[in-house]
């Protein structure tokens, strides 16, 4: 899918954490829109893509200056105390896009020239390994959330066609990994997957965050609801996997693999 790109000069670049990122001084996306267009993105519902022309996922918007925007924002923040981000609330900062215009990359090297007390980078893409450079500059300071919702490819094309294979995001966090990058996977939303998900990640990571529409949608599920998405296990004759106990079932899996203290649940797992 081709999406428009579209290039804006915003006076801001760093806003305020709240709701279900309020464990975060700043969000801060370097894009506005998302060519992956995920299915259940609950950002579909959001007054960002509600309110503008053109299906979720076939537009973008490129940030100007947001590198020097950021610099001068990062230094306030600074200077009033703590400053934890998160990095991308609202769009993937590693989309397609990100290849040829580095917007994100610029907003890295800005952070480690002035680094946050941290910075969490929540992304699909394996493009993130690009920046290991950067990201081994930050530290502790810095997690690598990679979102690897199910482990079947067959599931991923049918809920996210347009999203990174999975077996590229094992590969991307093998590296990271080998980098000493910190790093998590991201089961989220949690969408149905085989027996053997967490003996593949074992190997990769040792810390695993588990969240659903119902949790991590900020409205109980209700975004996710409008937008049709339980028509999607119907079509693969799924149903026992939408809802808010589906989640359950991944836990226990993780449990049999994993220590307890390694698995998060929803927000807390993406707490600084």
């Given amino acids: 899918m081709k999406s428009e790109l579209f290039y804006k000069n915003p006076k801001t670049i760093l806003n305020k954490g709240t709701g279900f990122l309020s464990g975060y001084t700043h969000s801060l996306n370097p894009y506005t829109g998302c060519s992956f267009g995920c299915s259940y993105c609950y950002v579909r519902q959001m007054p960002v893509s509600l309110f503008r022309e053109g299906e979720w996922g076939n537009w973008i918007d490129v940030k100007n200056g947001a590198a020097a925007l950021l610099g001068k924002e ?30 994100t990359r610029s907003l890295l090297e800005v952070m480690v020239d002035a680094p946050p007390d941290f910075l969490l980078v929540q ?6 390994s690009r920046d290991i450079d950067l990201l081994q500059h930050l530290k ?5 959330s990679i979102t690897i919702e199910t482990d079947s490819e067959t599931i991923r094309k049918h809920f996210t066609p347009e999203a990174p294979p999975i077996q590229a995001r094992f590969k991307a966090l093998q590296k990271l990994a080998e980098a000493g990058i910190p790093t998590q996977v991201a ?86």
């Avoid at 502790?140 to 690598?144: A, N």
């Avoid at 529409?213 to 109980?220: K, L, R, V």
């Avoid at 589906?246 to 797992?269: H, M, N, T």
């Fill in 74 to 103: 990062l230094r306030r923040a600074k200077a009033k105390g703590k400053v934890t981000i998160f990095m991308s609330s609202s769009t993937d900062p590693y989309q397609p896009v990100e290849h040829k215009e580095k917007v």
């Fill in 123 to 128: 992304t699909r893409s394996p493009l993130v």
């Fill in 140 to 144: 502790d300071r810095v997690r690598v």
């Fill in 187 to 272: 089961i989220a939303p949690v969408l149905p997957s085989g027996e053997y998900f967490p003996d593949k990640l074992k190997p990769l990571v040792n810390r695993i965050c588990i969240d659903d529409y119902f949790m991590g949608d900020g409205s109980g599920g209700k975004r996710t609801k409008k937008l049709g998405i339980e028509k999607k296990y119907t079509e693969l004759n799924l149903e026992e996997w939408y809802g808010p106990e589906a989640y359950k079932k991944v836990y226990e899996r993780f449990l049999g693999i994993f220590p307890k203290k390694q698995i998060y649940v929803s927000q807390s797992g993406f707490e600084p």
